[in-house]
């Protein structure tokens, strides 16, 4: 089973975003994701944007993952 991860994209350099979860940041790959823009919600899967999502949608995952 595998369980991808909400976050906002804070910044882009090139390939690379940098997103932020609970006050963590780290970087992710964008190679899977190109049109992903600072402010996304996106869906980070093992160091990989895989989708976005609303802002809405990712606001329901933290409250269930009590973030």
Not at 24 to 43: F, T
Request: hydrophobic share 50%.
């Amino acid at each position: 089973m595998c369980l991808a991860i909400p976050v906002k994209l804070t910044s882009i350099e090139g390939n690379i975003g940098w997103v932020e979860i609970g006050g963590i940041k780290r970087k992710v790959s964008l190679v899977l994701l190109p049109d992903a823009q600072v402010g996304d919600y996106i869906l980070i899967h093992a160091g990989f944007a895989i989708s976005k999502v609303e802002e809405k949608e990712a606001q329901e995952l933290f409250d269930l993952l009590n973030i």
